[in-house]
């Protein structure tokens, strides 16, 4: 694990743990986004009821906080909490990459799925899952069971927003659809062209709610990032992701590892 400055900006810390980089922040401007994925959260983020209002978010995996210190910054008074597996991890960012003054984000140290079934019915607005074990999402976070959980968690109009990993095919992506799916109505896919086509391994966002989502802000959005993205959601999304399998505790396995080239920037 090593946190170390970002050369390509003054103020920038890179997270990186297995020689994985997890997490990028900018201690001077908690808005910058540098990886193109938590980007993408962000706009979920920034589209969760009225703009700017106090949210309760969980975030399962914490790493360096980037999107709760965003959160901080957008949307002032929210009250968040993250669980990270990690005591190395969670300690090193306190030490080396600490919070503004002002800004509190309680850091559970436990497995995100044991802490997520401890916490009240009803009681976020956001679940924000970016879990990895090295460069994996562990299989027992990517079920059905899971989904539920996380369900339950929510508000009536609360939204899960996903980061999913995964390769040529999709295979992975598409049963997290699936999965997502059987258990909340609304989900939308944001995916960039190359790994849409199979050309290269990435980060794929995934939104979900029990209500409906902004689809035509979050596709305005996506396509106006540095590095642009497609929006998938309704029919073409369930056609999509139709031959796809429910996953279930029974049979779920961790997201596939990615090529040695790859960096996980997004």
């Not at 900018?26 to 969760?48: K, N, Q, W």
């Not at 600490?98 to 436990?110: C, E, F, K």
């Not at 939104?207 to 689809?215: E, K, R």
């Not at 990032?225 to 796809?244: F, I, M, N």
Request: no cysteine; charged share 20%; glycine share 8%.
């Amino acid at each position: 694990m090593r946190v170390e400055p970002d050369g390509d900006r003054a103020t920038g810390w890179l997270l990186s743990v297995d020689g994985t980089p997890q997490s990028h922040v900018d201690l001077a401007d908690p808005t910058y986004l540098s990886f193109e994925y938590i980007r993408r959260m962000g706009h979920v983020v920034d589209l969760l009821a009225v703009p700017g209002a106090p949210v309760r978010v969980l975030h399962l995996g914490a790493g360096a906080l980037t999107l709760a210190r965003y959160v901080a910054a957008t949307r002032p008074g929210s009250r968040q909490r993250a669980v990270e597996v990690s005591d190395e991890v969670a300690s090193a960012v306190r030490t080396a990459l600490p919070l503004a003054r002002g800004v509190t984000v309680p850091v559970q140290v436990a497995d995100a799925r044991a802490a997520l079934t401890q916490r009240r019915s009803g009681s976020a607005d956001l679940v924000v899952l970016d879990v990895f074990a090295g460069a994996r999402t562990p299989a027992h976070l990517t079920s059905v069971e899971l989904v539920r959980e996380v369900a339950r968690v929510l508000g009536p109009t609360g939204v899960a927003v996903v980061n999913l990993a995964d390769g040529p095919g999709l295979r992975f992506a598409r049963a997290q659809v699936a999965t997502y799916l059987a258990v909340l109505p609304q989900v939308v896919l944001l995916v960039e062209p190359a790994v849409w086509r199979g050309r290269r391994f990435g980060n794929l966002v995934l939104a979900a709610s029990a209500a409906a989502l902004p689809v035509p802000e979050l596709s305005r959005r996506a396509a106006g990032d540095p590095v642009a993205a497609r929006t998938l959601s309704g029919v073409e999304l369930e056609r999509w992701a139709a031959e796809a399998a429910v996953v279930t505790d029974a049979d779920a396995v961790a997201s596939p590892a990615p090529p040695p080239s790859t960096f996980g920037r997004g």
